[in-house]
């Protein structure tokens, strides 16, 4: 009986090569695949010119764009200035956008020695601690009279354990929005409605009132809910509620993450009397899509709005309006106006947040210098007017405010005082582990499951375990 | 030319390709799940590991398991718990779900053209790109515009019982968990019992009929005791793909987007434990790939373990032994 097959090698030999060729080809290809470039359509330079090539990464939402274009536009100032000093570089960028976090995308480059030299995103302790960026200290300094109108406060965003590592690429101010036309409907007349911010701004209508308000339309029937807020953490109005209260997030001397249980309780029992007992907050407001937040929002279904001033623009560019689809601009003026987020309650203040997007040069850059002159020229008012006109962000620079594109923008005119009056969330690593608490702490107080007492202890049981020695506790 | 290549290496040289992607997709990620879940490895030190593999910066550690089996992790129970509930309930669904209906389809549904409209309905979700069916689930379940409570109020469900939020009220969030998951993966035990139903001879059957067995007797003597190895492998298959699934629970509780979504599983009780791990590794700002890594180790065991339980239960080796009969 044969034992052996007999195979001519000439048939069995190339398939098997193939088919292990195939494989190995597909893993190393995944493996080691680049991020695919969209390349510039700047024609090649002569061969004499040296080409530094600059890759910048950013995410957002469509109108952010131009956190990558802008790059662009700044290589294109300092190109213009290399030909006409007859200095032989020209700086070609590439450039890739996301809409979500591209941390593990950001990783893998890293790992795979292709990280890009400029990046904007958030995280800043985490980037910092894991040596995926460069401190500028040195940068600033050396070109610090072109950094000298960066709003002072935000300084602070991108300060880390005593080192300067960005420089603000956008902000924002979170407003509480208000329908005007359901206000009309309650008899208010059109210049109670246009004192309406001021009021706030000054504490003479607080949150309770408003509550009251939202109440009454409800009762009339003219909005199905009083009050929406985000679908999740997002820090708005949460963070500003609990600072409104007293509430510090982190201790300025240690930097260690602070729980103030008095400021946190208070925020918990507003959430708890707006969704459980005044019942002007929608219990299950937790998880609740996007857009179905929009379009009850700007169809008139919802009185108030804890949002954010990049809705403003939102609302112009996606089809939310069952009707209108993208709002003209002269609709919201008509039937939508926005104030701070109003003090809770008598006494307190008014307060809004910001969450700067922040340039970084990163540790892989071969010319950091160069990045870091691209990133502040990014920033520079006309074109920090720009982004911040076309994605409804507010300027990180206080000239910008004079740029004719700025200028032309009634909405950030009339949004620019917020920025007097707004706050941080704090820098930490462990920030996400303290949010994630606290976004379970909000979902069941909402729902009427535990009580704000409740609530609290297991907020505080579980960021004892989670951050240990990083957490300070205040009663 | 001509080679002779010994029976004993041909098979091998088949096996080849599928052994390499074994290798590099299962058996490296697990040793390299192994070692992370000994070291303290985090965003903040992967950039050193990943230039050098043995870096002094990134510690042996035993701490993520003290943190596990001591319950120092305040999330720990609670995720057991979770994932024992989805595991059970869905593995039901997937498993003796599957057999009552692939019964039914294949065997008591005699039209053909009935029987593969049945099969085709259930296979839907399977073929439907998991983001679409995940979002259908989203507008399905909506309190105000989805058609579920409705149907649910159609067929006498007080309106009381219903929850104001499907997924965020326990135990409704843990039932739609069960339901989203059960739903898709019944069609995949349905096809292999159904597969396997179709290939007993019919002569089998008819015989068992002729001496005035009933339809019942048909499927519980004859038509289960001889699906008893794809019975094995639809309960071991689907569970370690339940331990380590928790795709469709991020796709439904996370579909707000801006991140949160650890904080709003653990509210809705829908935590389970592999989810739990990709979050402390992807959604967490620290990245705590080692800790991750322990926890994904803990499911890599439980798996195994488990598929050891289901051969001992199932009698492995005599199913391996040649047929005593001609089938």
């Known amino acids: 009986m044969a034992h052996s097959a007999q195979i001519k090698l000439s048939t069995v030999l190339p398939v098997i090569l193939l088919i292990v060729g195939i494989i190995i080809g597909f893993a190393v290809g995944f493996a080691v695949r680049p991020p695919a470039p969209t390349p510039t359509a700047t024609p090649s330079p002569s061969p004499t010119v040296k080409v530094i090539k600059i890759t910048v990464w950013a995410s957002g939402s469509p109108v952010d764009i131009t956190r990558v274009d802008n790059i662009e536009r700044a290589a294109s100032i300092l190109n213009r200035m290399f030909e006409a000093a007859g200095v032989p570089v020209k700086i070609e960028v590439e450039k890739q956008f996301f809409r979500g976090d591209y941390m593990e995308k950001l990783t893998a480059a890293f790992a795979a020695g292709e990280a890009p030299d400029i990046i904007a995103m958030k995280n800043l302790p985490v980037l910092a601690d894991g040596g995926y960026i460069i401190a500028l200290d040195g940068y600033v300094e050396k070109y610090k009279d072109l950094l000298n109108d960066v709003y002072p406060v935000l300084w602070n965003a991108v300060k880390y354990k005593g080192k300067i590592w960005a420089l603000p690429q956008d902000t924002e101010a979170r407003p509480l929005y208000f329908r005007k036309d359901v206000l009309r409907q309650l008899g208010w007349s059109e210049e109670e409605i246009e004192a309406l911010p001021e009021k706030i701004e000054n504490g003479e209508v607080t949150l309770l009132d408003l509550i009251e308000v939202a109440k009454e339309a409800m009762d009339k029937g003219l909005v199905q809910w009083g009050f929406y807020h985000r679908p999740n953490f997002g820090g708005t109005p949460f963070v500003i509620l609990y600072y409104q209260y007293g509430g510090i997030l982190q201790d300025p001397e240690t930097g260690k993450l602070v729980l103030d249980k008095s400021a946190m309780l208070k925020m918990l029992e507003l959430l708890y009397r707006m969704a459980q007992v005044d019942k002007v907050l929608p219990p299950t407001m937790i998880g609740t899509s996007w857009r179905q937040i929009h379009a009850d929002f700007v169809n008139g279904r919802v009185l108030f709005w804890f949002g954010g001033t990049w809705h403003w623009a939102e609302w112009q560019r996606v089809a939310y309006h069952e009707e209108l689809g993208e709002l003209p601009e002269e609709y919201e003026w008509e039937n939508i106006g926005f104030a701070l987020v109003p003090a809770p309650e008598p006494g307190l203040k008014p307060m809004t947040l910001s969450s700067p997007y922040l340039y970084y040069v990163t540790a892989q850059a071969e010319e950091p210098e160069i990045a870091f002159l691209l990133i502040e020229l990014a920033t520079s008012a006309p074109i920090d007017a720009i982004h911040s006109v076309d994605s409804g962000h507010l300027p990180v620079r206080s000239t910008t405010v004079e740029q004719p594109y700025y200028k032309q923008s009634k909405f950030h005119r009339e949004v620019a005082y917020m920025l007097e009056y707004t706050s941080f969330e704090p820098l930490h690593p462990k920030w996400g582990a303290y949010k994630d608490a606290w976004i379970t702490a909000i979902t069941k107080v909402e729902k009427g499951e535990v009580t704000p007492e409740e609530a609290l202890d297991e907020m505080v049981e579980t960021l004892k375990a989670e951050l240990g020695d990083e957490l300070i506790i205040r009663d | ?327």
Do not use: C
């Open chain 2, 1 to 327: 030319m001509v080679l002779k290549i010994s029976r004993k290496v041909l098979p091998w040289i088949f096996l080849a390709p599928m052994l390499i992607m074994i290798v590099f997709s299962w058996i490296a990620p697990v040793l390299l799940t192994v070692y992370l879940g000994f070291t303290d490895l985090s965003s903040k030190n992967f950039l050193d590991f990943v230039r050098n593999f043995f870096t002094e910066k990134v510690h042996f550690t035993l701490e993520n398991f003290d943190k596990i089996f001591f319950a120092k992790d305040p999330y720990i129970v609670e995720a057991l718990t979770i994932t024992a509930i989805y595991v059970l309930s869905v593995l039901s669904i997937n498993s003796i779900f599957a057999l009552v209906l692939s019964i039914a389809i294949a065997y008591f549904i005699r039209n053909e053209v009935l029987s593969m409209i049945l099969r085709v309905s259930w296979l839907i979700p399977r073929i439907m790109p998991g983001i679409i069916y995940a979002l259908v689930w989203n507008w399905f379940i909506d309190p105000k515009y989805g058609m579920l409570n409705t149907l649910l109020k159609i067929v006498g469900v007080p309106e009381a019982w219903l929850p104001e939020s499907w997924l965020l009220t326990p135990p409704y969030s843990q039932l739609l968990m069960i339901m989203v998951n059960g739903y898709v993966g019944a069609s995949f035990g349905m096809i292999i019992y159904t597969a396997a139903i179709k290939s007993i001879p019919t002569d089998i059957i008819n015989a068992a009929l002729v001496d005035g067995a009933s339809d019942f007797q048909v499927a519980r003597h004859i038509i289960i005791p001889l699906l008893k190895w794809p019975m094995l492998f639809v309960i071991s298959w689907q569970t370690l793909s339940l331990l380590s699934s928790y795709e469709y629970i991020l796709m439904i509780w996370g579909s707000g987007g801006g991140g949160g979504y650890a904080g709003i599983a653990r509210a809705a009780k829908v935590m389970v434990w592999s989810l739990y791990s990709y979050s402390k590794a992807f959604a967490a700002e620290e990245h705590l790939y080692g800790y991750a890594s322990a926890l994904s180790l803990i499911l890599v065991i439980t798996g195994v373990v488990l598929i050891v339980l289901y051969f001992k239960l199932f009698g492995f080796r005599r199913l391996m032994e040649p047929s005593r009969i001609e089938v």
